[in-house]
Nanobody
């Protein structure tokens, strides 16, 4: 069993930055691809970014390109999402998730474990 715990959310003004962390316990995440998703009020959960097991390969959605960066520190069992130039439309609960087999991607149904989420609020 794997437990994922996100942290780092909060209230920030537009143009500001936040770094989210997702720390895993129960099993090392070194062997697993991981991703970040978000869900804004009244909207469906959407893919944000994903990273390979080694961290050599990353992928993110168009709306965050050039602003968000996903990375991982396998020694710390942690995945990060650095968010810069935040916009009010980035306001959402952000979730990290883990894929037990295969590559991480945009399809939420492929992910096997999810964190409880951390709220990011961007004020205008």
């Amino acid at each position: 069993q794997v437990q994922l715990v996100e942290s780092g959310g909060g209230l920030v003004q537009a143009g500001g930055s936040l770094r989210l962390s997702c720390t895993a316990s129960g099993r090392t995440v070194t062997r697993y691809a991981m991703g970040w998703f978000r869900q804004a009020p009244g909207k469906e959960r959407e893919f944000v970014a994903a990273i390979s097991r080694s961290g050599d390969s990353t992928y993110d959605t168009d709306s965050v390109k050039g602003r968000f960066t996903i990375s991982r520190d396998n020694a710390k069992n942690t995945v990060y999402l650095q968010m810069n130039s935040l916009k009010p439309e980035d306001t959402a609960v952000y979730y990290c998730a883990l894929v037990r087999s295969g590559v991480a991607g945009q399809d939420a149904s492929r992910y096997d474990y999810w964190g409880q989420g951390t709220l990011v609020t961007v004020s205008s």
